[in-house]
């Protein structure tokens, strides 16, 4: 039986009925789920206690919902396990500050510990439907707390449009989703705010109905006009944009051992590379020395390429979206379009790969990238791709 079955059987089937908390403990004890119940939280928001009375209190309200059980078995699965795993990060963050329990950053921290445990522990990756499951699940716990407060933010919509725009490579991944987890969240504990965070709740979905994202991604007329409003520039959805961009630059992104060499000589054996791999192997630099005078020699090339107007490859692994914005600003300045590409197999695959290639590099050090992995949102570039080879 797959882990996709395997949490499919844990979702209750009608409302009210009972949830099987004693198999979704045991399910779940390869990650820090088990640390909840020792985690602390401020009696303010949360006079029910620990994080674990708040998760079973969040999973309970969902199951009461109608809206909840008349979602799709896939859909319903993956709100599900959100809302089991939505408090993952507070294990890892929670702290006592001026005598108060806080959790800062607990979403993006959560998302990440979820990340992991669903690629790493229940294996799912290296095919479409277990990256769009897993990212899903990931984005919903990403950004579960933003109803709470979307309404007060600057530039509300474009952070409705940049969260929504997920939904694109995340299929089922949505602002209404979000919302029903937001809710049953809110409702979920002992507080006197409960009223206060529902009502922000429903302007929230108000206001991401009205930038165009409440039920997936904001339509655009044109991917370039897609790359200008979702990077903040003054524009609307409805407006069709000229692309003045004079090529495309393509980044890779994956894992060692992920197949970014063959995709590349598959489909563009014609353009120039800009490889990390290759300049270490050409300037006899070990990837485990001092990488300044790589990272030099990498940037005067792109450089050479963007002065001359010459599309080109990118070949290194760009896991984080801080590693991949740093190359995307700067192709765009130079008036070129990025399309990212990433890529992801099952793990025995990737090893194998991995361990015949030459240079191989450490699995020690490959669960460490992994541990870092972010697979690139449709707001980073003008086109992102997601492909399992």
């Not at 390869?30 to 949360?46: E, G, K, R």
């Amino acid at each position: 039986m797959t882990w996709l079955h395997r949490f499919a059987r844990l979702v209750p089937d009608s409302a009210g009925s009972r949830i099987a908390w004693e198999e979704i403990g045991p399910l779940l004890a390869a990650s820090c789920f088990q640390d909840l119940q020792s985690t602390p939280q401020n009696p303010v928001f949360h006079g029910e206690g620990d994080v674990l009375t708040h998760t079973r209190m969040v999973c309970g309200e969902l199951n009461r919902k109608a809206d909840f059980h008349a979602l799709d078995k896939r859909v319903k699965t993956e709100l599900f396990l959100a809302a089991v795993l939505h408090d993952l990060g507070k294990a890892k963050t929670t702290r006592l500050d001026g005598g108060a329990w806080v959790s800062p950053h607990h979403a993006a921290v959560g998302s990440q510990l979820v990340r992991i445990f669903l690629w790493r522990d229940c294996g799912l990756s290296g095919t479409m439907e277990a990256l769009s499951f897993r990212e899903t699940v990931c984005a919903l716990v990403r950004h579960h707390m933003v109803p709470f407060h979307l309404v007060d933010q600057e530039e509300a919509a474009l952070r409705a449009r940049t969260a929504a725009a997920a939904g694109v490579l995340a299929k089922d991944f949505s602002w209404a989703l979000t919302g029903m987890l937001a809710e049953a969240d809110a409702r979920g504990r002992d507080a006197g705010d409960i009223e206060e965070y529902l009502s922000q709740i429903q302007l929230s979905m108000l206001l991401a109905g009205e930038a165009g994202c409440l039920r997936g991604p904001c339509r655009f007329q044109n991917s370039y006009t897609a790359r200008a409003c979702l990077s903040g520039r003054n524009v609307g959805p409805d407006q069709c944009l000229y692309d003045d961009t004079w090529g495309e630059v393509i980044m890779m992104s994956g894992l060692p051992g992920t197949g970014k060499d063959t995709w590349i000589r598959r489909h563009h054996p014609d353009l120039p590379v800009v490889s990390m791999d290759d300049i270490r192997r050409e300037m006899g630099v070990r990837p485990t020395e001092e990488q300044g005078a790589v990272v030099q020699a990498a940037r005067d090339r792109v450089r050479e390429h963007l002065r001359g107007k010459q599309p080109f490859i990118w070949n290194a692994t760009s896991l984080t979206r801080e590693n991949r914005a740093k190359l995307v600003s700067l192709c765009e300045r130079y008036g070129a379009r990025v399309r990212i590409v990433y890529l992801e197999t099952d793990p025995e695959t990737r090893q194998q790969r991995n361990a015949g290639r030459p240079g191989a590099v450490p699995e020690s050090a490959v669960a460490r990238m992994l541990d870092k992995t972010v697979p690139p949102m449709p707001d980073e570039a003008q086109t992102v791709e997601w492909v399992c080879v």
